[in-house]
């Protein structure tokens, strides 16, 4: 056991480091997102960015542009998934990181914002959270629900890599956690159908993105009482 603490101690050190500095990247990558989220602002909503978003897709300038934030959400995920894959040294790693990334990304996307513009003045406010493959849209308190969600599983992962008992995820399991990611998107896409009516709120069911956050985390519970063990 002596001769393994060395280099579980120097696998976390490594770890740790690389930690930091894609907690860096995404901060910094963050901030690009929300000066990008700036100007469209102040472009499209110079009165102040208020649901329920009445223009919203009629515009002529936004029907010109929309194409263009399309590709430039895209082009966000590729990034992402480059960099995790980039950063991690294997499939679990990799996965981590890519977590990491978003989970951090989109946490600091709304510090910036609240930094730059001073919005939103609540977690409860509404936005438009992607357009791929049609408008998503819900109060910022889901998406940093889902982001810290993704941080805390990071975090496990990279931990349980360190010390050589890695989570153990079968074809079932990733099913599950796929199906789970589905529901999250389908109640975010079902208000985004709304977000240019006065009732829009209403339209956002929180019973059934919690079934699917909560899904996700039961599985990663299960994942993770299952693999207690060193190969």
Known sequence: MREKLPDISDGLLKTIKRFCIVVIFSIAFAYIEAAVV???????????????????GTDPL??????????????TMVLIVSAAWLFGQNLRQRTA???????????????????????????MDWDVLFLIPLAWASPVLAPLLISLTLLSFAVIILY???CAVPLKVNLTDWLVFTLAGLVVVVSFCIAGLHITEPDFQSYFYWPLFAAGLLSAIAMFGKCLLLSRTKH
Do not use: H
């Open 38 to 56: 700036v100007y469209l602002r102040t472009i499209f909503y110079p009165a102040g960015f208020i649901f329920p978003l009445m223009n919203f």
């Open 62 to 75: 936004w029907k010109q542009l929309l194409f263009t934030e399309i590709g430039r959400e895209a082009a």
């Open 97 to 123: 990181f890519f977590l990491t990334i978003f989970a951090i990304w989109d946490i600091f996307y709304y510090v910036w914002l609240k930094v730059l513009i001073n919005w939103p003045a609540s977690i």
């Open 160 to 162: 349980r890599c360190c």
